[in-house]
């Protein structure tokens, strides 16, 4: 048993050096573009091609096979694979790292949503409690949409762009949800997330008792709390 191990430890050493190095050093690649394809380009770098998959939203900002090209990297590190993510800029990137820091939002889910809609919209949407939209992306099923919303609304600040700002004046302009529409959607999103209807009934008049906004957002956050209390 210890001969096995010994045998297969320098092994086990030089692949943790190996995903240590990466994670740690491939933040931006800059070299030639070598290959281009919707997901996927292939940079040379001082004589080594990298493979970097990209959202269609890097895809059009890039210049054609054989131009000077430049990434914003994520090294997404595996047991059996090491991959590289790359964007055009680094607000796209914060912001890919921001959704897949959401259960469910896997390194692929992430760019599969950049790719279906662009950072502006992505953050308008979530920010707006705007579910139908988030759930038009491929593999972004209700559940996901409100753990977005849940987790990411109050953290995308710094992200909002001069038209996002707009686009979020824009629909706070428009007419309020009424009162009923606001709970039933409070309560749909807790019973999608797994709680009971009634504990989930239970928290949200506790939440209004309580004097909470009459938001969606603000019902979720409260009510979760109480949830969490027991």
């Known amino acids: 048993m210890m001969k096995h191990f010994f045998a297969v430890a320098p092994k086990l050493n030089i692949y943790y050096n190996l995903c240590f190095k990466c994670e740690t050093m491939i933040a931006y690649l800059s070299g030639k573009l070598l290959e281009k394809q919707a997901n996927t380009v292939i940079v040379e770098t001082n004589g080594v091609g990298y493979e970097v998959s990209i959202p269609l939203s890097t895809f059009y900002e890039i210049g054609e096979v054989g ?19 790359g964007f055009k800029s680094e607000r796209e990137k914060q912001l890919y790292l921001k959704l897949v820091s959401v259960q469910g939002i896997g390194a692929k889910s992430g760019i599969t949503m950049l790719s279906g809609m662009s950072a502006d919209e992505i953050i308008v949407a979530i920010r707006t409690d705007n579910l139908a939209r988030l759930t038009s992306i491929p593999g972004v099923g209700r559940k996901t949409a409100e753990r977005l919303v849940i987790e990411l609304r109050d953290k995308l600040n710094d992200l909002s762009s001069t038209s996002t700002q707009q686009e979020l004046s824009a629909a706070a302009g428009g007419a309020s949800l009424p009162v009923d529409a606001i709970y ?8 999608n997330l797994g709680y009971q209807r009634n504990a989930a ?30």
């Open 201 to 230: 009934e239970k928290a949200l008049k506790q939440a209004v008792q309580d004097g909470t906004e009459l938001s969606v957002q603000k019902l979720l956050r409260k009510s979760l709390q109480l949830l969490a209390k027991g």
């Open 67 to 85: 131009s000077d090209i430049q990434l914003r990297i994520y090294t997404h590190v595996r047991e059996d694979a090491l991959q590289l993510f």
């Open 184 to 191: 039933e959607d409070a309560l749909s999103a807790l019973t």
